[in-house]
């Protein structure tokens, strides 16, 4: 079982900073992946960055650059930093975690950016 609570969304103005946190009620060691989505109005769910157990991580191409995901084991939370924000950043961010073979996502919580 595993309970995916995510914070850190908000306004933000085009230009500016955020880093969203996933906090898991567990280790987040224990899932074989984790990963950062995020949806925008009218659009499909996009995965944006995802890290396996080891550490390694994989950015898509939109998330190249300008995002950084990393992860605090002693924290139970999953990061990730967004730069220099731009308008189509704007989205619904989704924290999900995969161990054996469940998916697992939290609420999501929302990011606008002002232009």
């Known amino acids: 079982q595993a309970q995916l609570m995510e914070s850190g969304g908000g306004l933000v103005p085009a230009g500016g900073s955020l880093t969203l946190s996933c906090e898991n009620s567990?280790?987040?060691?224990?899932?074989?992946?984790a990963a950062w989505y995020r949806q925008a109005p009218g659009k499909q769910r996009e995965l944006v960055a995802r890290m396996d157990r080891d550490g390694s991580t994989r950015y898509e191409d939109s998330a190249q650059g300008r995002f950084t995901l990393f992860r605090d084991d002693s924290k139970n939370t999953l990061y990730l930093q967004i730069r220099t924000v731009k308008p189509e950043d704007t989205a619904v961010y989704y924290c999900?975690?995969?161990?054996?073979?469940?998916?697992?996502w939290g609420q999501g919580t929302q990011v606008t950016v002002s232009s």
């Open positions: 567990g280790s987040f060691f224990a899932f074989e992946r």
């Open positions: 999900y975690a995969l161990r054996f073979g469940i998916d697992y």
